[in-house]
Nanobody
C-alpha cells in the first residue's frame, strides 16, 4: 500500500497550491479519503474529507471556502486545491485513506506560506 503526496512548496500569502495524493495497493474507490495537516508544535488536524464516490465532502471551518477536495477514482488520486493561502496554513499535509478498520497514511508534503 502506498499513498504518495506531491505538490507542496513555498507560496506567498494569497497564493494557491494543488496537492495530489496518488494511491496504490488497495481498492481506492472503496475508501474515503482525507487530508490532514500538522504544524510545528501542534497536533495533527483534519482539513477535508471526501466520500468514496466523491459525492460528499466536509471541511474544517478554518479552510471552508478556500480549499476544495476532489478525487479521480480512475486515476486513484485525491486532490486538495488550496486558494487564498494564509501563513497559518503552513504545515505538513498528509493524505489519509480509510475503510472500516483499514487505515493508511501518506508520508506528507510540506506547505509553507510566507512572503
Amino acid at each position: 500500500v502506498q499513498l504518495v503526496e506531491s505538490g507542496g512548496g513555498l507560496v506567498q500569502p494569497g497564493g494557491s497550491l494543488r496537492l495530489s495524493c496518488a494511491a496504490s495497493g488497495f481498492t481506492f474507490s472503496s475508501y474515503a479519503m482525507s487530508w490532514y495537516r500538522q504544524a510545528p508544535g501542534k497536533e495533527r488536524e483534519l482539513v477535508a474529507t471526501i466520500s468514496s464516490g466523491g459525492g460528499s465532502t466536509n471541511y474544517a471551518d478554518s479552510v471552508k471556502g478556500r480549499f476544495t477536495i476532489s478525487r479521480d477514482n480512475a486515476k486513484n488520486t485525491v486532490y486538495l486545491q488550496m486558494n487564498s493561502l494564509k501563513p497559518e496554513d503552513t504545515a505538513v499535509y498528509y493524505c489519509y485513506a480509510w475503510y472500516l478498520v483499514k487505515k493508511y497514511w501518506g508520508q506528507g508534503t510540506q506547505v509553507t506560506v510566507s512572503s
